[in-house]
């Protein structure tokens, strides 16, 4: 099966920790994505990499970092910074950089006490 | 910062009946794309339409562009229970580097048996 996948479906942590969202593609895609989606908002875009070691800055990277070591992952990091970091995280991947259809992965749900 | 905007933000109607939903978007774009996200998942592309086209089918679903008017409408036609869902736009501006779309806030569809 192709797809995308993220992991965990749930997380919790406590203020002040860094936490890790995973997300995989098997789907040979160049470019992937990670968005951000608070309750009844739309997405709003973390940070892109167009292809391997590569990536750069979207509307609201303040407190997330990101690595592209391989084609297949690319994952978040929430770091302490991030003043209000409970949201829904959905990763997304696309065949190349342009205005293509995007595939998105289930989300991961993170919530900060 | 989020280009288009889905109008209404919700939508009730009863199984059989058609739903249409809008989308208004600011600047030029290169085309325009509408999602469906059942509460929870991830997103899912439903249909992509180019700038220079004007309408688009797909299944019970009807997409036209007015690039005149900055807006896109999306109707799906004999709605169904299961087609409860939030359905978003995103587009893809026309101006800078044409590497992500920008998604609107959605518009609520509840579809009731």
């Known amino acids: 099966d192709g797809g995308i996948t993220q992991s965990p479906k749930y997380l919790f942590r406590k203020e002040g920790q860094n936490v890790t969202l995973s997300c995989e593609q098997n789907?040979?895609?160049?470019?992937m994505y990670w968005y951000r989606q608070d309750p009844g908002q739309g997405l709003r875009l973390i940070y892109y990499?167009?292809?391997?070691?590569?990536?750069q800055k979207g509307d609201i990277a303040e407190g997330y970092s990101v690595s592209r070591e391989k084609k297949e992952s690319f994952p978040l990091t929430v770091t302490s910074a991030q003043k209000n970091p409970t949201a829904f995280y959905l990763c997304?991947?696309?065949?190349?950089?342009?205005?293509?259809?995007?595939?998105f992965g289930p989300g991961t749900r993170l919530t900060v006490t | 910062s989020q280009q288009g905007e889905e109008d209404p933000q919700a939508l009730s109607i009863q199984e059989g009946e058609n739903a249409t939903m809008n989308c208004s978007y600011k600047?030029?774009?290169?085309?325009l794309q509408w999602y469906r996200q059942n509460s929870g998942r991830g997103l899912v592309h439903l249909i992509l339409?180019?700038?220079?086209?004007r309408e688009k089918h797909s299944g019970r679903l009807r997409v036209t562009l007015d690039t005149s008017k900055k807006s896109s409408s999306l109707l799906i036609t004999a709605s169904r229970a299961a087609d409860t869902a939030s359905y978003f736009c995103?587009?893809?501006?026309?101006?800078?580097?044409?590497?992500?779309?920008?998604f609107g806030k959605g518009t609520k569809l509840t579809v009731n048996p």
């Open positions: 789907l040979n895609h160049d470019a």
């Open positions: 995103a587009t893809d501006p026309a101006q800078g580097g044409s590497e992500k779309l920008v």
């Open positions: 600047t030029s774009i290169n085309n």
């Open positions: 990499s167009q292809i391997v070691n590569d990536f």
């Open positions: 339409i180019r700038s220079n086209e």
């Open positions: 997304a991947s696309s065949i190349a950089r342009g205005p293509y259809e995007q595939y």
